[in-house]
């Protein structure tokens, strides 16, 4: 089953390209593109720091997650 992602829901990264796990809570800003099977979204963190993932690098964050 796919993830279905929204505008302002907080994510985790959870498999990212580079290869290091990032525990930090993001929130999808915006969607990017949708090419190949997999949406690619904006993320920001708390402290500006924003990143382009698939669809397949993220997963939902805690219900108790604060960003």
């Known amino acids: 089953m796919r993830e279905a992602f929204h505008i302002g ?3 985790r990264i ?3 390209a580079a290869g290091y796990a990032d525990h930090r809570t993001y929130c999808i800003v915006c969607l990017v ?3 190949g099977g997999h949406a690619v979204y ?3 963190n708390t402290v500006g720091i924003e ?3 698939r669809s397949d690098e993220i997963e939902p964050a805690a ?3 604060v960003p």
């Open 51 to 53: 990143r382009l993932v």
């Open 33 to 35: 593109s949708k090419t």
């Open 42 to 44: 904006r993320v920001k």
């Open 9 to 11: 829901q907080l994510v």
């Open 14 to 16: 959870s498999r990212p």
């Open 63 to 65: 219900l108790t997650a």
